[in-house]
């Protein structure tokens, strides 16, 4: 079915130090994921997307992997700072070919904990 | 502030009691969605709207839960004869068209269920 999950629910990393924070999926459908930074009492805040036929997207200070054949994606972040501390969603958009009805289904979050 | 705007932002209400939340997406997005969240977990998707039509539903949303959209701009969600289970942080979205992935996210409403 559709879904995006997580490897890692936390994550604990040194300031100053690069962040890798890992996604799977089980839906090859989609043609965009997306990675999502939520702070607390906030809505989620778009980081960065990558197109599905992409292996790699880079950013400012980040930089997202897709790999298809393991249904893997993963978003590092260089230099992490602590107002990068929040939680993060991997997001996969799907799209209905004839309609072109379009949804986009979250995976559970990882919070990221930056050290000072 | 031209982003999404929710309203409003927190509710507390009685088990039983209807809420209404409303969403005012980005001005020129005619697509608006409502996700719905509980603490730890990732949002949920409830139901979308092109334009002024309601095109998809979650199962998730029970005959208790409707939305609308009636000119096209901004949507309301309601929840009839609330339960503790709706306490969560109910998501407004939008987005004009599909050239990214990028959806634009409210601040949400908080809903607390007594």
């Known amino acids: 079915g559709e879904s995006v999950g997580l490897h890692l629910p936390t994550l604990s990393v040194q300031e100053g130090d690069n962040s890798i924070i890992n996604c799977a999926y089980s839906?090859?459908?989609?043609?965009?994921f997306i990675w999502y930074k939520q702070e607390s009492g906030k809505g989620p805040q778009f980081i960065i997307d990558?197109?599905?036929?992409?292996d790699k997207r880079q950013g400012q200070r980040v930089t997202v992997l897709l790999n298809k054949t393991v249904k893997h994606l993963s978003l590092q972040i260089a230099a992490t700072q602590p107002g990068d501390s929040a939680v993060y969603f991997c997001?996969?958009?799907?799209?209905?070919?004839?309609?072109?009805?379009?949804?986009?289904?979250f995976g559970p979050g990882t919070s990221l904990s930056v050290i000072p | 502030d031209t982003g999404v705007s929710q309203n409003p932002r927190h509710k507390i209400t009685k088990r039983g009691q209807n809420v209404t939340f409303r969403c005012d997406p980005i001005?020129?997005?005619?697509?608006l969605y409502w996700y719905r969240q509980t603490l730890g977990q990732g949002p949920e998707f409830l139901t979308y709207?092109?334009?002024?039509?309601?095109?998809?539903k979650s199962r998730l949303l029970s005959d208790r839960f409707s939305a609308e959209r009636p000119k096209g701009s901004f949507s309301t969600l309601e929840i009839q004869r609330t339960e503790q289970g709706d306490s969560a942080m109910y998501l407004c979205?939008?987005?004009?068209?599909?050239?990214?992935?990028?959806?634009?996210f409210g601040e949400g409403s908080r809903l607390t269920v007594l």
């Open positions: 839906n090859s459908a989609s043609d965009y």
């Open positions: 997001a996969g958009r799907y799209i209905e070919r004839k309609t072109s009805y379009d949804k986009v289904i």
């Open positions: 001005s020129e997005h005619n697509r």
């Open positions: 990558i197109r599905s036929n992409m």
């Open positions: 979205a939008s987005r004009q068209g599909l050239a990214t992935g990028e959806l634009f």
């Open positions: 709207f092109q334009n002024e039509a309601q095109l998809e």
